[in-house]
């Protein structure tokens, strides 16, 4: 196929600091196709906010090549919402800085507000929004800047349970809406069987593409489904053998 | 498509209950707090009065060394009917406020540059702080020398009083931004000049207002220290002034009624002006 469908194309990617320094990623290659959710996983020191960095233009790979189709946007576990702006305000700054037109500015964040389930809360401030809150905002935003790639370094990993349960079910819906590409990191191997149509195993110091799985269970998902807990035990054993290796 | 839509309801539905659930609604702040903010002060000082009388009313030193403050309270009345105290306290208030605006055209730029370019700061950083340590009082033989006994000594001084506070305050707001925001601009995409407008000079703005709070009591210090030395007609009255006339005349009430009129005023300015923006800022962000 044409690489036309590729969103994000890697090939012998390799990370080092400094000469010194040990090396975060060796030779990781991959490919993702647009529109595709995959989930990456790995213990701490894997590398995958680095790759992620690099993926967002935040920083330049030592070796090998990136190639993206279109340039990223990226969240983070903390929203990173400005404190002095309201929810909508940070919205329509994400608009601004890309050029939507002035005019509709205001409609547009109470649009993508109220497809993040919040459409009461354009005035509020970040510090009167709850956590989960504060992260839907930040979708919000980053959906604002239609980038059709979207990074995310273990968004949810602060959320309660329960919390992070609900964002699941709303990311996806908003991932079918839209023709959003997701690359989605994280330590939680539920989650990545919950969410992801592949999951890459990543190996820790350096970071390495370890192993990989096409998720084929039935929709919609839920995290405490039979299916999810058998591939997420399975799942579970690899991370442990790789985390043994460093004891 | 029935069920799609169900299914986004079920979504809402559970959005806005978990919503309600996770926010928390503000607590009042008591009564007693907001009486004790207001009336507080004004106790203190009724006490401060009290006792003053009464160790003036021991005796134990002549009236011309610590007069009553009823007496001090007649001075200050002699000089508003001989319509001296407003215009001076009008005077200075105004060149403190003139120099003041002056210094935080010249230090924002300053601090914009310390606070953003890290080979500018380790090159300037030790200039800024050493004159911010040196008392500007000390600047003002060699005002009088360059300038003479005109308003470029006073705003001199002023100046070199207010604009190392004003242009720290913003660099060290700079240097406390979270780098996380920062790096959220570089997601979205802003260049340089975004950057700095809708990030780094919003984010840095309670660092920036300490520095400019700090830039006032030096600026009105260095100011009173100017007026003090600085006397002449051509200068006009200003609370200083009256000051070093109290002084010449061996009037201790005068003198103490020109203290506290110095600091009736910096009180006021701090209260009026900085503290409502201060704690509206602080508020909006929820610190």
């Known amino acids: ?247 | 498509m029935a069920n799609h839509s169900n299914h986004q309801s079920e979504l809402g539905l559970l959005s806005a209950g978990l919503d309600a659930l996770e926010t928390q609604s503000s607590t009042d702040v008591t009564l007693f707090k907001r009486v004790l903010k207001h009336a507080g002060p004004i106790l203190a000082i009724l006490f401060f009065v009290g006792a003053w009388q009464i160790v003036f009313n021991l005796k134990l030193t002549p009236d011309y060394v610590l007069p009553s403050p009823g007496q001090v309270f007649t001075s200050l009345k002699n000089q508003y009917e001989q319509g001296i105290l407003i215009p001076s306290a009008w005077n200075s208030l105004r060149r403190g406020f003139q120099g003041f605006i002056f210094a935080i055209l010249i230090a924002t730029p300053i601090g914009l540059l310390l606070g953003v370019n890290k080979n500018v700061r380790l090159v300037l950083k030790p200039i800024i702080t050493g004159l911010q340590q040196l008392p500007s009082v000390a600047w003002v033989p060699a005002a009088i020398i360059w300038f003479g006994l005109s308003n470029a000594t006073i705003y001199t001084v002023i100046l070199l009083g207010a604009v190392p506070s004003i242009a720290n305050g913003l660099s060290s707001g700079i240097d406390q931004i979270p780098t996380q925001l920062l790096k959220v601009g570089k997601v979205l995409g802003a260049n340089r000049w975004q950057s700095i407008r809708f990030i780094i000079l919003p984010a840095s703005l309670p660092g920036f207002l300490g520095g400019l709070e700090q830039g006032w009591a030096f600026a009105w210090r260095s100011l009173m220290a100017a007026e003090l030395i600085a006397v002449s007609p051509a200068l006009g009255v200003g609370l200083g002034q009256l000051l070093d006339v109290g002084r010449q005349l061996g009037d201790m009430a005068l003198v103490l009624g020109a203290i506290i009129s110095i600091m009736f005023v910096g009180v006021l300015v701090e209260r009026v002006f900085f503290s409502p923006i201060r704690e509206r800022t602080l508020r909006v962000r929820g610190l």
């Open chain 1, 1 to 247: 196929m044409a690489t036309a469908n590729l969103a994000v194309d890697l090939s012998n990617l390799s990370k080092q600091f400094d000469k010194k320094s040990p090396v975060v990623l060796d030779g990781l290659s991959l490919t993702v196709n647009r529109g595709e959710f995959v989930c990456l996983l790995g213990a701490s020191g894997c590398g995958k906010s680095t790759l992620l960095n690099i993926l967002a233009e935040l920083d330049l790979p030592t070796s090998g090549s990136v190639k993206v189709s279109e340039p990223p946007t990226l969240m983070f576990q903390d929203a990173a919402l400005m404190p002095w702006l309201t929810a909508g305000e940070n919205i329509e700054l994400a608009l601004r800085i890309s050029g939507y037109e002035k005019s509709g500015r205001k409609k547009r964040a109470q649009e993508l507000l109220e497809l993040v389930h919040l459409p009461a809360s354009f005035d509020k401030r970040p510090h009167e929004l709850s956590g989960g809150m504060r992260q839907r905002v930040s979708i919000a935003r980053a959906l604002a800047q239609e980038r059709g790639i979207l990074l995310m370094d273990e968004p949810f990993a602060a959320l309660d349970a329960i919390t992070r349960d609900f964002l699941h079910e709303e990311l996806l819906q908003i991932w079918k809406q839209t023709e959003l590409t997701v690359i989605f990191v994280t330590h939680n191997v539920r989650e990545a069987v919950r969410l992801g149509q592949r999951v890459l195993l990543m190996s820790s110091k350096p970071g390495r593409f370890l192993k990989e799985w096409s998720i084929n269970l039935p929709e919609p998902r839920r995290i405490d489904a039979p299916e999810v807990a058998n591939l997420a035990s399975e799942i579970t054993d690899h991370l442990r053998n790789e985390i043994k290796r460093h004891g």
